[in-house]
C-alpha cells in the first residue's frame, strides 16, 4: 500500500460539523491506511449547542486545529478564516482540501487552498438558487470554481455545473482547470439513515415537551433574509403562530442564535409577548441532532428556511413549507413535496393547509443510497491512484 492521502477537513457552521460525520465515520472505519483526516474547525459556530453537541452525538474526533475566528461581518470573518487556514496549509502537507456547502467556512477554504495550489473537493457541489443576493450563492460559486472534484447530491447539481461550463469527463486525472463532476449522493442522507435509529432510542424530545408523535409541527429560521429584516421577521412569526391557533397543533421552534438576537430588535412586542405566552409554541433553544430528526420525524409539517431541514424532512416523508422565495432543492417542489412560500403568511397558511389536509406525495430516494461518503472517498484515493 502507498502513502495514505491526507486530507484536511475544514467545518465551521453548524450543518458541516454534521456533515463532516459521515466522510469521518467512512475514513475511520472503511478507509485505514489508505486515507488520513485533519480536522480544522474555524470556529465560526462556538456555543455548545451549534458545535460541540455534534462532535459528542456524531463520534466525530475533536478538531486538530481550531481557529476560534467567531462571529463578524462577512469580511472581518472570512479574512480571519482565510489567515488561519493558509498558515496550516503553508505549515503542514496536505493532499486534498475537503469542503462542504456554502457558508463563509466553505469560502474561506476554497479561496485558501485554490491559491496555494492544493486540490479541493467539494462536498455539495453545483447547488443553486440563482440568486445572489444570498450570501451562499457566492459561497459556492466561489467554492465550485476553485475545486479539483465536485460531488454533487443530486443529478440537478450536475446539470446545474453543466450549464457553468463543467465537462462531465472523468477519464483523465482530476485537475483544477480540468475538473472531475462526481454524482456521488448526499452525506446528508447518510447520516440521517444512520442516525435514525439511534435517535429514535436516545431522544425523548417528543415525551419531555409533551408532543404525540404526527401531531405538531416543526418549524426552524434563520436566513438572514428573514431574520435581519423587520417586516418578514413579523411575517414569519405571525404565520406560525396562526398555524398553532387554526389548526390546533403544537408548534416546535428550536431557536438559532441569529434569530433569537433579531427577534429581541425587530419583533412587534406584542407579537413576541404573544409567542412567548402561547402554551402550544415550544421556542426551545437549539437541538442536538439526535433531538432535530426526532422531531422532523414526527412532526406533521415542517416549516423552514434551512437548506439541511427541508431535506431531512424530506428523507422522512414529511411535507414542508419552504419559508424562501427560491430553494436549491428544486426536485422537492417539482414532485410535490415542498412548497415555496416566502415570508406571505397568505402561502404559508394556504401551502400548510393543503399538507395538513392531503399528506405529502411519496418521497422517491433521489440523494443516493446512503452510501456518498464512501462514494467520495473511493473517488478520490481511485483519481489519485491510491486504490
Ligand atoms: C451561517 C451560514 C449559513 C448557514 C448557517 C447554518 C454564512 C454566510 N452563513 O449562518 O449559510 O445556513 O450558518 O446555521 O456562512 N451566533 C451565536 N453563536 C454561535 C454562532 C452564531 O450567537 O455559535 C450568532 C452571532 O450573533 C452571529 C450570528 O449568530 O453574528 C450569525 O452567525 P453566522 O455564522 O455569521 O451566520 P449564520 O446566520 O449562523
Ligand atoms: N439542526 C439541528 N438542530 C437544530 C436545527 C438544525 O441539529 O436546532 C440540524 C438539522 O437537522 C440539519 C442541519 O442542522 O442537519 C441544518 O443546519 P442549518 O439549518 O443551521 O443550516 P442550513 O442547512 O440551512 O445551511
Not at 500500500?1 to 463532516?20: C, F, S, V
Not at 420525524?297 to 431531512?312: F, I, N, P
Request: hydrophobic letters at 45%; proline letters at 5%.
Amino acid at each position: 500500500m502507498g502513502k495514505p492521502l491526507r486530507i484536511l477537513t475544514i467545518i465551521g457552521a453548524r450543518p458541516q460539523i454534521i456533515k463532516a460525520a459521515a466522510i469521518s465515520h467512512a475514513v475511520r472505519t472503511q478507509f485505514q491506511g489508505r486515507i488520513t483526516e485533519t480536522l480544522l474547525h474555524t470556529g465560526q459556530h462556538y456555543d455548545n449547542n451549534m458545535s460541540q453537541v455534534f462532535f459528542d452525538e456524531l463520534g466525530i474526533p475533536r478538531a486538530d486545529i481550531s481557529l476560534g475566528v467567531g462571529s463578524g461581518a462577512h469580511g472581518a470573518q472570512t479574512a480571519r478564516m482565510i489567515e488561519g487556514i493558509e498558515h496550516e496549509l503553508a505549515e503542514a502537507r496536505h493532499d486534498v482540501v475537503l469542503l462542504y456547502g456554502d457558508t463563509n467556512s466553505t469560502l474561506a477554504g476554497a479561496v485558501a487552498a485554490a491559491k496555494l495550489h492544493i486540490p479541493v473537493a467539494h462536498v455539495e457541489a453545483g447547488l443553486r438558487s440563482f440568486n445572489k443576493a444570498m450570501p451562499e450563492e457566492v459561497n459556492r460559486i466561489v467554492c465550485d470554481h476553485c475545486s479539483t472534484w465536485l460531488f454533487c447530491p443530486t443529478e440537478t447539481a450536475v446539470k446545474n455545473l453543466v450549464r457553468e461550463g463543467f465537462a462531465t469527463d472523468l477519464s483523465k486525472p482530476a485537475t483544477v482547470d480540468r475538473p472531475h463532476v462526481v454524482a456521488s449522493g448526499d452525506v446528508m442522507y447518510d447520516n440521517s439513515m444512520r442516525f435514525a435509529e439511534l435517535a429514535a432510542v436516545r431522544s425523548n424530545v417528543l415525551s419531555e415537551l409533551g408532543l404525540e408523535h404526527g401531531s405538531f409541527i416543526l418549524a426552524t429560521v434563520h436566513r438572514d433574509h428573514n431574520t435581519d429584516d423587520a417586516g418578514r421577521i413579523n411575517a414569519v412569526f405571525s404565520s406560525l403562530l396562526e398555524l398553532c391557533r387554526t389548526h390546533g397543533l403544537p408548534v416546535v421552534l428550536p431557536v438559532h442564535p441569529r434569530t433569537r438576537k433579531m427577534m429581541a430588535s425587530l419583533l412587534d412586542p406584542n407579537l413576541l409577548q404573544a409567542v412567548g405566552s402561547e402554551a402550544d409554541f415550544h421556542m426551545i433553544p437549539p437541538m442536538g441532532f439526535l433531538d432535530m430528526i426526532a422531531l422532523e420525524r414526527g412532526a406533521s409539517l415542517v416549516v423552514t428556511d434551512s437548506g439541511g431541514v427541508q431535506k431531512e424532512a424530506y428523507f422522512f416523508g414529511r411535507p414542508v413549507v419552504v419559508l424562501r422565495p427560491e430553494t436549491e432543492w428544486v426536485e422537492l417542489v417539482e414532485q410535490g413535496q415542498a412548497v415555496l412560500a416566502d415570508a406571505d403568511p397568505g402561502r404559508i397558511a394556504t401551502a400548510a393547509a393543503a399538507f395538513l389536509r392531503n399528506g405529502v406525495p411519496p418521497c422517491p430516494p433521489i440523494f443516493g443510497d446512503g452510501h456518498a461518503a464512501v462514494a467520495i472517498c473511493s473517488h478520490l484515493l481511485g483519481i489519485k491512484g491510491h486504490l
